[in-house]
């Protein structure tokens, strides 16, 4: 079966301190993946989605980039991070458009 | 652009009324629809999804129907209980372009109390 795996859970960080969110996905191959953003009390804003490796998607721009360095593993990254970049922080994946999206259990990030 | 609009919370129930959360779309093409649930402090869990109108799209007591002369995707739920609180998202997956991108409702919280 397919599992999704996020890490860290929850994480504060200083402004000015750089990023590393990870998530990778187990029993499946050439999944999309997905990076979503959910501020507090808000819906969610998709960040950046990557069809294949090395291929990323930009839906907003950002402090953040991603990165997919191999079939499985999505990265959010940030070299400075700024306090609106706090948040909750989805990743998900999918494999065709009807089966939806399974998502990670999400990483609570705040920046102080 | 494809859109979701979803009722606004909170919505507060006492366990066992009827809910409905509804949930208008707007998109090109023949999407799918689904429902998510989030309980607090966790990822979403898809709840149910219907891929063609007139599908009808069920699970632990949820259910909901794809109207596409309506373009509405109401969830219902015949007697809810205090388990049931969350917040729920309205979400689409449009036919056209790449990367089977889901588009989101704003979420609507459920609270039930006794």
């Known amino acids: 079966s397919q599992t999704i795996h996020q890490w860290p859970a929850t994480l504060v960080q200083p402004v000015g301190s750089p990023l590393s969110l990870e998530c990778t996905v187990e029993?499946?191959?050439?999944?999309?993946l997905y990076w979503y953003r959910q501020a507090a009390g808000r819906g969610l804003q998709l960040l950046f989605y990557?069809?294949?490796?090395?291929?990323i998607s930009s839906e907003v721009p950002q402090n953040l980039s991603a990165s997919r360095p191999q079939d499985r593993q999505f990265i959010l990254s940030s070299k400075k991070l700024l306090l609106s970049d706090s948040g909750f922080y989805l990743c998900?994946?999918?494999?065709?458009?009807?089966?939806?999206?399974?998502f990670g259990s999400g990483t609570r990030l705040t920046v102080v | 652009g494809d859109s979701v609009t979803q009722m606004e919370g909170p919505v507060t129930l006492s366990e066992e009324a009827f809910l409905t959360i509804n949930c208008t779309y707007t998109?090109?093409?023949?999407?799918?629809l689904f429902w998510y649930v989030q309980y607090p402090g966790e990822g979403l869990q898809l709840l149910l999804k219907?891929?063609?109108?007139?599908d009808k799209g069920s699970n632990k007591g949820f259910e909901a129907t794809y109207r596409k002369e309506t373009t509405s995707f109401h969830l219902e739920k015949g007697s809810v209980q205090v388990s049931d609180s969350a917040v729920y998202f309205c979400?689409?997956?449009?036919?056209?372009?790449?990367?089977?991108?889901?588009?989101f409702g704003t979420g609507t919280q459920l609270k039930v109390e006794l």
């Open positions: 998900a994946w999918s494999l065709e458009r009807r089966y939806g999206y399974t």
């Open positions: 029993g499946t191959s050439n999944p999309n």
């Open positions: 219907a891929t063609k109108a007139d």
């Open positions: 990557s069809v294949g490796i090395g291929q």
């Open positions: 998109a090109t093409g023949y999407p799918s």
């Open positions: 979400a689409l997956s449009a036919s056209t372009g790449g990367g089977n991108k889901l588009t």
